[in-house]
């Protein structure tokens, strides 16, 4: 029943938690009903398709948390007790991270420990807060340091930002440019709750220039699409080792060659739970990776 109040209370619909746990969906909602009687109060009330928390529903959803994160823990660590290779490590990251910099690290790591398994879970560019805090999850790569200060982050490295243009854009045949070069183009920018928004006015700004925004967008790949159909030019993370053309309709990334022209790149985890043996490889993997420039390749 617990863990079936988790699954709705983070947002998945009563079909969608029968079908993770083979169970029928009066089933489900009976665990539910049980819950909220053992409990006293209502955890739960209906608004659309979803059910969402009560505000004591809210606060019991924390206790859930810790409790069914100690259980997993608990039943993890029995289980690398017996064979440490055999573990699971969970893994978040960013999106704009996850085509290049996560398989990369993971597949050289299964070359050399290939029973360890994986969980993965998506966390959002804008959000400063860390899914390693409160056991969510074991390593997060993330280019945005966690505000929490229960979360340890540790820099891998430093990611070249580009300017991203239409094929056909006059800057499209450079290697590398300035940014003041752009100042008179149409931007699409990230929304103002992204660190690189942020680090994007800023680059502006010592350029000489307001950027002239006709577009803003909440994902990266959005903003990459929007200058690929010829609707401005965009400041985008690129590759560590090269600019490259991306995407069948050829937009460009221009290596740009203004001072503090980077994002940082690195790994959290949480200062308050040790993490098991599985994890701890991996965590070891990445930072030693990354000391010896691993962790940059493609």
């Known amino acids: 029943m617990l863990r079936f109040f988790q699954q709705v209370a983070d947002g998945a619909t009563v079909t969608e938690v029968a079908e993770l746990y083979q169970v029928s969906q009066p089933g489900v909602s009976r665990g539910l009903k049980r819950l909220e009687e053992e409990v006293g109060t209502p955890l739960l009330q209906r608004s659309g398709r979803l059910l969402r928390t009560t505000h004591a529903g809210s606060v019991f959803k924390r206790h859930v ?131 690189l928004r942020a680090l994007s006015d800023e680059l502006c700004a010592r350029a000489g220039f307001t950027p002239r925004v006709v577009f803003e967008e909440e994902d990266l790949p959005i903003v990459e699409g929007f200058v690929a159909a010829g609707l401005g030019v965009a400041i985008v993370p690129a590759s560590v080792d090269e600019a490259r053309w991306t995407g069948l309709t050829a937009q460009r990334l221009v290596r740009l060659s203004d001072p503090g022209a980077f994002r940082e790149v690195g790994l959290a985890w949480s200062k308050e739970r040790r993490l098991l043996p599985a994890a701890e490889l991996f965590q070891r993997h990445v930072l030693e990776g990354a000391q010896g420039g691993r962790a940059a390749q493609r």
């Open 65 to 195: 948390d810790a409790v069914l994160h100690a259980l997993d823990d608990g039943l993890a660590a029995a289980e690398e007790l017996i064979d440490p290779e055999t573990g699971t490590v969970r893994i978040a990251f960013q999106l704009s991270l996850g085509t290049w910099l996560v398989p990369g690290v993971i597949a050289l790591f299964r070359a050399e420990h290939p029973r360890i398994r994986f969980r993965f879970k998506h966390s959002q560019d804008s959000l400063g807060s860390s899914l390693v805090a409160g056991g969510r999850t074991d390593l997060e790569f993330t280019a945005r340091r966690p505000r929490n200060p229960d979360v340890h982050w540790e820099r891998l490295f430093r990611q070249p930002l580009c300017l991203a243009v239409p094929a056909d854009h006059r800057l499209a045949d450079r290697d590398e440019v300035e940014l003041a070069e752009a100042a008179d183009a149409d931007f699409v920018m990230l929304s103002s709750a992204w660190d």
